[in-house]
């Protein structure tokens, strides 16, 4: 696909070039508020999301595993509790202020030593194939300019065996779809104004929302990828779908 090609930044046509530009401009922006934005926008229900798809790893100790567009660490601090000491867990983000801020709150939580973290593009993973158990990518995949190209990275960075799981927002169930719009496009700007001073980057976030694959059509992507026993897991309604795949 050429880069001069458009793409979608929420309802806005860009060229494909542009993309990762404006998304970087977006998480530099928020990644101060980032974590207190999340608990305020979902309630705390995003933990219970994560909870959700770390219970989905089967991830042992002594393991490997890779957590692509990590944002501020969370998948990857329970993976690194799963995989323990022997271990080892890799927080990667194109963004260098959400990656700072990701190996902070690590530093802080006492996770260190079996756990690093390094800016990498999802596109284009810099591992070696069939380098860990399990990779995990939590509401990242909609960010990124090609998808398919993602989901073709992180399935050869899988050993054979591994999984991915993709947590990311979805499309709810038709009687959720006139409360969450109207949440989505009249009280989320509004919080982000008000909280984090920034109204376009979570007007931004809605957007982004609404022009991801619905759940059907991401299951036909991972397929397409190689990726096997592909399934998928709604959560609140369909509001968060859980996708995991396997390489064999």
């Known amino acids: 696909m050429s880069n001069d090609e458009p793409t979608d930044f929420g309802f806005q046509s860009v060229p494909r070039t542009q993309k990762a530009g404006r998304v970087r ?8 508020r980032y974590d207190l934005m999340n608990d305020l926008m979902s309630a705390g ?3 219970l999301w994560k909870r959700f798809a770390l219970s989905l790893t ?3 100790p002594g393991q490997q595993a890779l957590d ?12 690194a509790r799963q995989v323990g000491s022997a271990g080892l867990v890799l927080l990667t983000d194109i963004n260098a202020a959400m990656l700072a801020r990701g190996r902070d709150r690590l530093i802080d939580d006492g996770l260190v030593g079996n756990v690093h973290c390094l800016q990498a593009n999802a596109e284009a993973l810099p591992f070696a194939d069939d380098s860990f158990h399990c990779v995990a990518i939590g509401f990242g995949l909609r960010n990124v300019t090609d998808k398919p190209a993602a989901l073709r990275s992180m399935r050869r960075v899988l050993k054979p065996g591994g999984q991915l799981i993709v947590l990311e927002f979805s499309t709810p169930a038709a009687p959720l779809r006139p409360l969450y719009d109207a949440y989505s496009f009249q009280v989320l700007p509004r919080l ?3 909280v984090a001073q920034d109204e376009a980057s979570y ?3 809605a957007e982004s929302i609404r022009m991801h694959p619905d759940q059907e059509t991401l299951l036909g992507l991972m397929r397409d990828a190689g990726l096997e026993d592909c399934r998928y897991h709604n959560l609140s309604g369909g509001i968060v779908a859980v996708h995991r ?3 064999y």
């Open 25 to 32: 401009g977006v998480f530099d922006s928020v990644a101060g």
């Open 45 to 47: 229900v995003h933990r």
């Open 58 to 60: 089967q991830l042992r």
């Open 68 to 79: 692509v567009a990590g944002g501020s660490g969370d998948l990857a601090a329970g993976m």
């Open 192 to 194: 982000g104004r008000l």
């Open 203 to 205: 007007r931004y976030l």
């Open 245 to 247: 795949g396997y390489k």
